[in-house]
């Protein structure tokens, strides 16, 4: 099957790009992870993650946490975690309604990208989930297309620290700035309300100046 459907091919025609785009096709994109983008993915500490639920509406979600968060199981499989979020799960309530899912991963201190397409299912295997302490289920996506992207247009940042959040070998973390906003408490799992009662409860005034100082 064509990695193109019909409304990429007349936009590439309309552009001018039909052989370039072909040549990509034949060339670039791979339905396998060779060793150079298994070092690249496993040295990522995050990657950006997007999903569709069942209607077709898109998220795409930022996913931090240790470096090599997304293991890649062979080359046809990666993993990777899902730790403690807003409670929303879209991305992985749309895993379990659609299964299609992309990944972006990318470098912004030595510019560099790559995509990965795949379909994804989710586990709360504890051997699984035993491999990255912390996390609430295991992501398992079978690789339908990976390929490398032009890194262009890539901002050049230098990376400074990792997020405090990250779960440590233990599983544990920091409380979440924003589950100690005071309207917040009523609504919080059982599990989360002494912790951020025990941290101190703040209101959304001043949950939003750490947001703006970066603290949050």
């Known amino acids: 099957m064509s990695f193109y459907g019909n409304e990429q091919r007349a936009l590439q025609s309309r552009f001018d790009t039909s052989n370039l785009a072909a040549v990509f096709e034949a060339t670039i994109i791979t339905d396998s992870i060779d060793d150079d983008q298994k070092t690249f993915i ?75 397409q795949a379909t994804a299912e989710l586990s709360d295997d504890p051997d699984a989930l035993a491999q990255w302490p912390g996390a609430q289920l295991v992501v398992r996506a079978t690789v339908a297309n990976v390929f490398p992207n032009c890194a262009r247009y890539i ?52 949950y939003g100046q750490h947001l703006a100082n970066g603290t949050s």
């Not at 898109?58 to 931090?64: A, E, L």
């Not at 990792?162 to 924003?178: E, I, M, N, R």
């Open 42 to 116: 496993e040295t990522r500490d995050h990657f950006f993650l997007s999903s569709v639920n069942a209607d077709g509406w898109p998220t795409v979600s930022y996913k931090g946490g240790p470096a090599g968060m997304v293991r890649v199981v062979d080359e046809h499989t990666v993993e990777f975690p899902s730790y403690d979020g807003n409670g929303m799960f879209l991305s992985m309530g749309n895993i379990e309604s659609a299964a299609k899912i992309g990944l972006l991963f990318i470098d912004m201190v030595t510019p560099q990208r790559l995509r990965l």
């Open 155 to 206: 901002h050049h940042h230098e990376r400074v620290a990792p997020s405090k959040y990250v779960p440590d070998a233990a599983g544990d973390q920091p409380v979440a700035t924003w589950k100690r906003i005071d309207v917040i408490q009523p609504f919080l799992p059982d599990r989360d309300q002494g912790p951020a009662a025990d941290a101190g409860t703040i209101t959304a005034d001043e």
